[in-house]
């Protein structure tokens, strides 16, 4: 197994500009979920869902669209970039049905930055 | 959502158990604690979680106290790879609602 993986590593937007991070997992995980960790910060969850078809706001969604048509996909939509959208970006997935109520997998991260 | 508060950081020296305390006093009968662990320029790694019981596995011990207000990550032996940022989470339990609010964490030092 892939595990959890994010496209790209690094990317670098000018303000306006919009892109869609990308998410995949291997794990016919359930939930899936978007966050954001800034410079010596926690993380803060965009966005979240628990199957496809269904999303559902975090506590940071602003600026930021979420689907999911798939259970292996949740891309990561930024409609107009903005400064303030400079962060590492983690995707995450767990399996949440049949009582399994234990490890989210990460995946590495993409590093954005918005001039 | 029920909200942790944990030490902003702590040091230990290696191969000395460390006790990372979290308090989740609005805590509801559903909530599952978690902790993860974050290493410097990864993203976070599953630690353990339990529900009213004390908890084992090969990476450390999780100690709840009796009104699930409080709980305790126990590393038995810290190691320098063991510095990392420690964070508590409840995740509720009910159906629909399994999302994860990560706080600011603990910042663990080991010294050598």
């Known amino acids: 197994n892939a595990g959890v993986t994010q496209t790209p590593k690094f990317q670098v937007l000018k303000t306006g500009q919009s892109m869609t991070l990308q998410c995949a997992q291997d794990?016919?995980?359930?939930?899936m979920s978007w966050y954001r960790q800034d410079p010596g910060m926690g993380l803060r969850l965009i966005h979240y869902?628990?199957?496809?078809?269904?999303?559902d706001q975090g506590e940071v969604p602003n600026g930021y669209n979420v689907s999911r048509s798939t259970t292996e996909d949740f891309p990561l939509r930024l409609l107009s970039a903005a400064p303030s959208q400079t962060s590492v970006y983690f995707c995450?997935?767990?399996?949440?049905?049949?009582?399994?109520?234990?490890?989210?997998?990460f995946g590495p991260g993409t590093r954005l930055t918005v001039l | 959502d029920a909200k942790t508060t944990q030490p902003n950081s702590m040091e230990s020296n290696e191969e000395e158990p460390v006790h990372l305390p979290c308090n989740h006093s609005t805590i509801s009968g559903t909530d599952y604690i978690h902790w993860y662990r974050q290493l410097p320029s990864q993203g976070p790694e599953y630690v353990i979680h339990g529900l009213t019981s004390n908890v084992n596995n090969r990476m450390a011990s999780l100690a709840i106290a009796e009104d699930r207000k409080s709980s305790t990550l126990i590393l038995h032996r810290a190691t320098l790879r063991d510095a990392a940022v420690y964070y508590c989470?409840?995740?509720?339990?009910?159906?629909?609602?399994?999302?994860?609010?990560f706080g600011t964490g603990t910042r663990l030092k080991v010294l050598a």
């Open positions: 794990m016919n995980h359930e939930y």
């Open positions: 869902s628990v199957g496809a078809g269904i999303t």
């Open positions: 989470i409840l995740r509720a339990g009910n159906s629909g609602t399994y999302k994860y609010i």
């Open positions: 995450a997935s767990n399996g949440i049905s049949g009582g399994k109520n234990n490890e989210q997998f």
